[in-house]
C-alpha cells in the first residue's frame, strides 16, 4: 500500500517514516508539510492512505474533504495529540476512517495504517475509552452533515454558552437573561447539537476554544462532569 504522511512535525514524519518503512508491504510515497504539499503529491504519486495530523500548522479539518472530494477512493487517518469527543465528531463526519493520538502503542498505529487500507475502522484504546466515556454511536454519526463551514450561533446562544461555562445553572441562566427555564433548556440543547456535544464540559471547551471565557477560570476549577 502507499502512504503519505502529512505533518509540519518534521520530527515526527521522521518518527512515523521510521515505524512505516520497517513494515512489509507498506511505502511511504510521501511527506507533506502543509494542505498544498498534499495535494499536490496526492496529484503526482497517489496513496491508499494518507496518515495526517490536521490539527498541525497548515492543515486543518477541511483538508480531509477537499481530499476526499477529489480522490473518492482515498482513506484518512488520523494521528493527533489528545483530543476532546467533539474534535474526534467532526473528524470523522469530515471523512476521517480512523484515528490514534501520536502516544498510543506502535503496534496500533501500524495497525491502524493496515486496516484502514482493507477499508476497516480503528480507533487506538485511548480513543475508545474517549467514545465510550462520550456515548458516541459510531454507527449513527452521519458525514453528510458535516459542512466546512463555521458553526454557527445566534448572539443568546453565545450569551447562554459563555453562562454556562462560567459555571451557571439553566436556572440562573434563566434569571440573569429574563427567559423561562423551558427556553433556556432548549437554547441549550441545540447549542450541543450545534456543537456536537452531549455535556456540559464540551460547551466549556467550545467557550474557551473560541475565547468566550478564559483558560485562566478553569485552572483550579473541580472537573467537570
Given at each position: 500500500?502507499?502512504?503519505?504522511?502529512?505533518?509540519?512535525?518534521?520530527l515526527i514524519?521522521?518518527?512515523?517514516?521510521?515505524?512505516?518503512?520497517?513494515?512489509?508491504?507498506?511505502?511511504?510515497?510521501?511527506?507533506?508539510?502543509?494542505?498544498d504539499e498534499?495535494?499536490?503529491?496526492?496529484?503526482?504519486?497517489?496513496?491508499?492512505?494518507?496518515?495526517?495530523?490536521?490539527?498541525?500548522?497548515?492543515?486543518?479539518?477541511?483538508?480531509?474533504?477537499?481530499?476526499?472530494?477529489?480522490?473518492?477512493?482515498?482513506?484518512?487517518?488520523?494521528?493527533?495529540?489528545?483530543?476532546?469527543?467533539?474534535?474526534?465528531?467532526?473528524?470523522?463526519?469530515?471523512?476521517?476512517?480512523?484515528?490514534?493520538?501520536?502516544?498510543?502503542?506502535?503496534?496500533?498505529?501500524?495497525?491502524?495504517?493496515?486496516?484502514?487500507?482493507?477499508?476497516?475502522?480503528?480507533?487506538?484504546?485511548?480513543?475508545?475509552?474517549?467514545?465510550?466515556?462520550?456515548?458516541?454511536?459510531?454507527?449513527?454519526?452521519?458525514?453528510?452533515?458535516?459542512?466546512?463551514?463555521?458553526?454557527?450561533?445566534?448572539?443568546?446562544?453565545?450569551?447562554?454558552?459563555?453562562?454556562?461555562?462560567?459555571?451557571?445553572?439553566?436556572?440562573?441562566?434563566?434569571?440573569?437573561?429574563?427567559?423561562?427555564?423551558?427556553?433556556?433548556?432548549?437554547?441549550?440543547?441545540?447549542?450541543?447539537?450545534?456543537?456536537?456535544?452531549?455535556?456540559?464540559?464540551?460547551?466549556?471547551?467550545?467557550?474557551?476554544?473560541?475565547?468566550?471565557?478564559?483558560?485562566?477560570?478553569?485552572?483550579?476549577?473541580?472537573?467537570?462532569?
Open positions: 500500500m502507499q502512504v503519505i504522511l502529512a505533518d509540519s512535525n518534521e514524519l521522521l518518527g512515523l517514516r521510521t515505524i512505516l518503512n520497517a513494515e512489509t508491504g507498506i511505502r511511504i510515497a510521501g511527506e507533506a508539510k502543509n494542505q498534499l495535494m499536490a503529491q496526492l496529484k503526482t504519486f497517489g496513496a491508499d492512505v494518507v496518515l495526517i495530523d490536521f490539527t498541525s500548522h497548515g492543515f486543518s479539518i477541511d483538508t480531509v474533504p477537499k481530499a476526499l472530494a477529489k480522490y473518492k477512493d482515498l482513506r484518512f487517518v488520523a494521528i493527533t495529540e489528545a483530543q476532546h469527543a467533539p474534535i474526534l465528531i467532526d473528524a470523522l463526519k469530515s471523512g476521517v476512517t480512523s484515528y490514534v493520538k501520536k502516544d498510543c502503542e506502535l503496534a496500533e498505529i501500524i495497525d491502524a495504517v493496515k486496516e484502514t487500507a482493507q477499508g476497516k475502522q480503528f480507533f487506538c484504546g485511548q480513543l475508545l475509552e474517549t467514545i465510550q466515556k462520550a456515548n458516541i454511536d459510531l454507527a449513527e454519526l452521519n458525514t453528510e452533515e458535516f459542512s466546512c463551514g463555521p458553526v454557527v450561533l445566534s448572539e443568546r446562544e453565545n450569551e447562554i454558552i459563555t453562562l454556562i461555562a462560567e459555571g451557571q445553572t439553566n436556572e440562573q441562566i434563566a434569571e440573569i437573561l429574563f427567559l423561562s427555564k423551558h427556553t433556556v433548556n432548549t437554547h441549550r440543547k441545540n447549542i450541543m447539537a450545534k456543537l456536537g456535544v452531549k455535556n456540559t464540559a464540551g460547551i466549556v471547551m467550545y467557550a474557551v476554544k473560541t475565547a468566550l471565557v478564559s483558560p485562566n477560570r478553569f485552572l483550579f476549577a473541580p472537573s467537570l462532569a
